[in-house]
């Protein structure tokens, strides 16, 4: 496999604060991953450092086998508040990305088109994002994404604020994209399931400071089923990681 992403040594600090110390982390190209941990662990820094929106106070990013010194189109961000142009329509708003890089206007209405029928809004092309839901939002933020031609896409809780039959459906719908088109994903989330499910490796950080403690392989073929006993013992195995138990309830 080729290596996409290589995080070496990489530490953050805001002030007296540390936020990331020591992270090491590689990602082979395609590769689904993961992060989870508490607030305040240095997952959205890390994510942040990954896409060039900051600096390291120490360390190494490779993207590509390229240094990350700021952001790029070969990385593309999710976030949990879409970040849409309301003035835009969703046609717009997915051809923004190529109609800033000068691609002539019949190949932005024809990417546009294509990511428009992939995210399945072809009835909503025309739409601005308030008239949209939540979950069409974000498909229109993935989908941007995806029209600028980035290899990386890095999403911060996408689905975070979605009701829990929505959130089912993306998380659906991501994988279906990943499958088709085998971009490489770094996915945060605070919920342990959420990784087991979409994920080919879970990175497991920790804070004070932010640092990863694990890396685990998630090898349950997909469709995972939630309720099998071999993602049971994953759920439980990843939170004694991420909450182990202290003196005072440890088991005698």
């Known amino acids: 496999m080729v290596e996409m992403i290589r995080v070496e040594s990489v530490a953050k600090s805001f002030g007296a604060f540390q936020a990331l110390q020591g992270a090491e982390l590689q990602v082979q190209e395609g590769e689904f991953i993961c992060l989870i941990g508490p607030s305040g662990c240095g997952k959205s820094t890390l994510l942040r450092i990954l896409a060039g929106f900051e600096q390291p106070s120490s360390g190494y990013v ?28 969703v046609r717009q708003n997915i051809g923004f990305g190529p109609r800033a890089r000068g691609i002539p206007r019949a190949q932005i209405d024809e990417t546009a088109r294509r990511f428009i029928d992939m995210v399945g809004l072809a009835a909503f092309a025309d739409r601005f994002p308030h008239e949209l839901s939540g979950g069409m939002k974000q498909r ?20 975070g604020a979605l009701d829990a039959m929505t959130r089912e459906r993306l998380q659906d719908e991501l994988l279906e994209i990943w499958a088709r088109t085998k971009l490489t994903v770094i996915f945060v989330t605070h919920a342990i399931e959420e990784a087991i499910l979409l994920s080919d490796r879970v990175v497991a950080m920790a804070a004070g400071p932010g640092r990863i403690i694990s890396d685990t392989r998630i090898d349950l073929p997909r469709p995972r089923d939630v309720a099998s006993p071999e993602f049971n013992a994953l759920r439980r195995s990843l939170s004694l990681e991420l909450h182990p138990p202290t003196a005072a309830h440890a088991p005698i």
């Open 140 to 159: 229109v933020a993935i989908a941007r994404v995806l029209a600028n031609d980035a290899r990386v896409v890095l999403m911060d809780e996408p689905f």
């Open 62 to 89: 490779f993207v590509g086998g390229r240094e990350v010194t700021g952001p790029g189109p070969d990385r593309g961000m999710v976030f949990q508040d879409y970040g849409l142009f309301p003035w835009l329509t």
